[in-house]
């Protein structure tokens, strides 16, 4: 990776230090600055890691200009078009897309893990009914390493390695138990004969007075947006999972602190966010009020599933994403929802503006993938629920690939200090 030929040189205090270049398999040069406190006594200032990679890996390669998505090479579309959320899941996990055997090894693995231990359902039952789904799975998530003592060393790799598979395996049953509660409906188990997606469907929208046929074209959708939000290099929420385990914490805790980071509207929390400022805008002819806002610098408000850290040209997923939203809003015949006549024309009319082309501000996936949801019926605080069931297989393939890595240390970023300077405490009566 080094290329010994390259370096940077910085010039500080009257001294010239030489800092290696390392070169990727793709993406820009990254100059390594590891050893520069060491030998220059000076930090470098990346409030945001706009500027800064915080490991190397193996996993997934974006390139936002270009509008690229990589999982170990393979593009985006590809995977969504041709595999499936678990083989997926595989590829991310292990390197390589599975022998037709190792594949369905690793999905009876997988299924076999779907039941929650039975006495978590008591941990459902003391949340308040009215609580935020992703509240409950920051909760239950993390207790699990209360629940599952034999797979939290994660010096064993055996263990590492049953952890993943309880975590990817019950993530559905998790979720779709903390939606069944918060509407007052009895939990719906799992059954081992669907595959993971209706299997999902079928656990949230099943009742114990009726049973529910699973459509298939809509679990191929709910397959293609797990597979959409699997994995997406080091964004907020795998940083945290990387950063929290970098202390050594279990893997539960450690995927618990990535749900947590994710809940938010800036993150995960987007297509909530999106599906509510539709509902806001509510007709076609408030856009404009809308559209002005977003433009006005004295308004902080944004478009919601608009924009993208990362890609500044299109969003790879949301093309996908488009195409299923298109599917199943055929299958159920919901053309005429206000909510998706509006996002039609709120797309059309930003993407001519001027602000939202220079900007690079295109729709992103959280657009698409929050109408698609709300049409099969979830409501929107589910949202943010499926994008963590699906990201956790993201999560752990990072977090394997960083307890595997020999230089793994703890975080530690450093700070620049604008606070005051060193003073003698003040006695109360003297303040
Ligand atoms: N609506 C209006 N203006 C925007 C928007 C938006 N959605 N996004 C960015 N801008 C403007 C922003 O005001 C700034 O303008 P200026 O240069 O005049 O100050 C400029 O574009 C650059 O914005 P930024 O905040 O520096 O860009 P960023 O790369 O830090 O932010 C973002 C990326 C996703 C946080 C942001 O675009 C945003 O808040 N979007 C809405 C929330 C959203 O849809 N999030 C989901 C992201 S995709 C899911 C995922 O991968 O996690």
């Given at each position: 990776m080094a290329d010994a030929k390259k370096t940077a040189k910085l010039t500080f205090d009257g001294k010239e230090f030489e800092l290696p270049i390392l070169s990727p398999t793709c993406g820009p040069d990254v100059i390594d600055i590891r050893k520069l406190y060491s030998q220059a006594d000076v930090f470098t200032y990346d409030p945001g890691f706009t500027s800064t990679a915080s490991c190397d890996s193996t996993i997934t390669f974006i390139d936002g200009d270009k509008g690229e998505l990589l999982h170990r090479g393979y593009p985006i579309d590809q995977l969504a078009g041709k595999s499936h959320f678990l083989e997926v899941c595989y590829l991310l996990l292990y390197g390589e897309l599975p022998s037709a055997d190792q594949l369905e090894d690793f999905e009876a693995r997988v299924t076999n893990h779907?039941?929650?231990?039975?006495?978590m359902q008591f941990l459902f039952r003391g949340f308040r009914r009215d609580a935020h789904p992703m509240a409950i799975m920051v909760g239950v998530v993390g207790a699990m390493s209360a629940f599952y003592h034999d797979s939290t060393d994660i010096t064993d790799p055996w263990q590492r390695e049953v952890a993943t598979i309880r975590l990817i395996a019950k993530m559905p049953t998790i979720a779709a138990m903390a939606y069944k509660y918060t509407i007052g409906q009895p939990f719906v188990y799992p059954r081992n004969d669907l595959d993971y997606a209706a299997n999902f469907l079928r656990m949230c929208f099943a009742v114990p007075a009726e049973d529910y046929e699973v459509n298939p074209i809509l679990s191929r959708a709910m397959d293609r947006i797990f597979t959409l939000h699997a994995d997406h290099e080091q964004n907020a929420s795998t940083s945290t999972v990387r950063l929290a385990s970098s202390s050594g914490a279990n893997p539960f805790a450690c995927i618990a602190a990535g749900i947590a980071c994710l809940w938010g509207p800036a993150h995960g929390g987007a297509n909530q966010a999106c599906l509510e400022m539709l509902e806001e805008i509510g007709s076609v002819d408030r856009i404009p009020e809308f559209i002005a806002r977003a433009k006005d610098k004295d308004d902080d408000y944004r478009l919601m599933g608009f924009g993208h850290r990362v890609y500044k040209n299109f969003d790879p997923r949301a093309t996908v994403m488009k195409q299923s939203a298109d599917e199943v809003l055929d299958l159920l015949g919901v053309e005429n929802n206000p909510k998706l006549q509006v996002a039609k024309e709120l797309e059309r009319q930003a993407l001519e503006d001027p602000y939202f082309a220079e900007k690079k501000l295109f729709p992103n996936v959280d657009f698409y993938s929050g109408i698609i949801l709300e049409a099969m019926g979830f409501p929107t605080s589910m949202f943010t629920p499926i994008f963590a069931l699906a990201r956790t297989v993201g999560w752990i393939s990072q977090w394997k690939e960083m307890i595997a890595d020999p230089q793994n240390k703890i975080g530690r970023p450093r700070q620049l200090y604008v606070g005051e300077g060193p003073r003698d405490y003040v006695d109360v009566e003297d303040r």
């Amino acid at each position: 990776m080094a290329d010994a030929k390259k370096t940077a040189k910085l010039t500080f205090d009257g001294k010239e230090f030489e800092l290696p270049i390392l070169s990727p398999t793709c993406g820009p040069d990254v100059i390594d600055i590891r050893k520069l406190y060491s030998q220059a006594d000076v930090f470098t200032y990346d409030p945001g890691f706009t500027s800064t990679a915080s490991c190397d890996s193996t996993i997934t390669f974006i390139d936002g200009d270009k509008g690229e998505l990589l999982h170990r090479g393979y593009p985006i579309d590809q995977l969504a078009g041709k595999s499936h959320f678990l083989e997926v899941c595989y590829l991310l996990l292990y390197g390589e897309l599975p022998s037709a055997d190792q594949l369905e090894d690793f999905e009876a693995r997988v299924t076999n893990h779907t039941m929650i231990h039975d006495q978590m359902q008591f941990l459902f039952r003391g949340f308040r009914r009215d609580a935020h789904p992703m509240a409950i799975m920051v909760g239950v998530v993390g207790a699990m390493s209360a629940f599952y003592h034999d797979s939290t060393d994660i010096t064993d790799p055996w263990q590492r390695e049953v952890a993943t598979i309880r975590l990817i395996a019950k993530m559905p049953t998790i979720a779709a138990m903390a939606y069944k509660y918060t509407i007052g409906q009895p939990f719906v188990y799992p059954r081992n004969d669907l595959d993971y997606a209706a299997n999902f469907l079928r656990m949230c929208f099943a009742v114990p007075a009726e049973d529910y046929e699973v459509n298939p074209i809509l679990s191929r959708a709910m397959d293609r947006i797990f597979t959409l939000h699997a994995d997406h290099e080091q964004n907020a929420s795998t940083s945290t999972v990387r950063l929290a385990s970098s202390s050594g914490a279990n893997p539960f805790a450690c995927i618990a602190a990535g749900i947590a980071c994710l809940w938010g509207p800036a993150h995960g929390g987007a297509n909530q966010a999106c599906l509510e400022m539709l509902e806001e805008i509510g007709s076609v002819d408030r856009i404009p009020e809308f559209i002005a806002r977003a433009k006005d610098k004295d308004d902080d408000y944004r478009l919601m599933g608009f924009g993208h850290r990362v890609y500044k040209n299109f969003d790879p997923r949301a093309t996908v994403m488009k195409q299923s939203a298109d599917e199943v809003l055929d299958l159920l015949g919901v053309e005429n929802n206000p909510k998706l006549q509006v996002a039609k024309e709120l797309e059309r009319q930003a993407l001519e503006d001027p602000y939202f082309a220079e900007k690079k501000l295109f729709p992103n996936v959280d657009f698409y993938s929050g109408i698609i949801l709300e049409a099969m019926g979830f409501p929107t605080s589910m949202f943010t629920p499926i994008f963590a069931l699906a990201r956790t297989v993201g999560w752990i393939s990072q977090w394997k690939e960083m307890i595997a890595d020999p230089q793994n240390k703890i975080g530690r970023p450093r700070q620049l200090y604008v606070g005051e300077g060193p003073r003698d405490y003040v006695d109360v009566e003297d303040r």
